[in-house]
């Protein structure tokens, strides 16, 4: 059976934890003049993968020990 390949775009937006996935958050990225810096500091930080997504993670994210 050939190795499994990493999907490289994955590997670079996505951290395994020990119960799922996390991810950096969205709309931190420019135009952050006219956003409020509570919601700027409310964005630092990763978040959880939502359940429903971590299937196809595991997919593109292949590990030798699951």
Known sequence: MPKLK???G???RFR???T???HRQANRNHILTKKA?????QLRGL??????D???LNRML???AR
């Not at 810096?37 to 500091?41: D, V």
């Open 37 to 41: 810096s509570k919601r700027k500091r």
């Open 54 to 56: 971590i299937e196809g």
């Open 16 to 18: 395994r934890t020990a």
């Open 6 to 8: 990493t999907k490289s």
């Open 20 to 22: 799922g996935y996390k």
């Open 10 to 12: 994955a590997a670079k």
């Open 47 to 52: 978040e959880a993968v939502a359940k429903g």
């Open 62 to 64: 292949p590990t030798k």
